[in-house]
């Protein structure tokens, strides 16, 4: 949002400031996701893993992961708290490189669209900017909050499902 308040006040050059904030956000998601995938394929982590998830456990996350977690990677791109750990698991389940740099570029792009958007508008109504950002942090809060009751809520589903698919 800092920067497109930068861009309405002509301090910084708006296609190149948006190609750095873009390629910057996107390498530092690659550079997590690319740890976790390489740190999961070490084989004593690797075996740890499995044995703590169970082997099929695990070989039906993977598919899964591999099936849904696109959407997974989407939407945790915009829902604070659980994006690092989102790549984390993608990193563990070995989602696809090219996928998750697709799914990751449009998610990034988006979201630098918006945020900058939001400060370049909130740029000639500064006064309105501050007497609403309270407010907004109260929404995105709840929706945060929201979001990691659901994501606890399906975990529990899938867990207990496929608990008593094993029985």
Partial sequence: MGGGYAIFKQASPPLASLALWYAAILLGDLMLFGVSYWFFTLPRIARLLIRLAGAKRFRAYRKLFA???GWTLFLARFTFG???VAYVAAGAAHFS???FLLVDGFSVAIQV??????GYYAGERIDWAEETGGTIVLVLGAL???TLLFTWGATYLVRRMSDSAEE
Avoid: N
């Fill in 67 to 69: 099936a849904k977690g």
């Fill in 113 to 118: 669209a918006l945020f900058v958007g939001i």
């Fill in 97 to 99: 490189w090219p996928k």
């Fill in 144 to 146: 945060a909050t929201v």
């Fill in 82 to 84: 659980i994006r690092a």
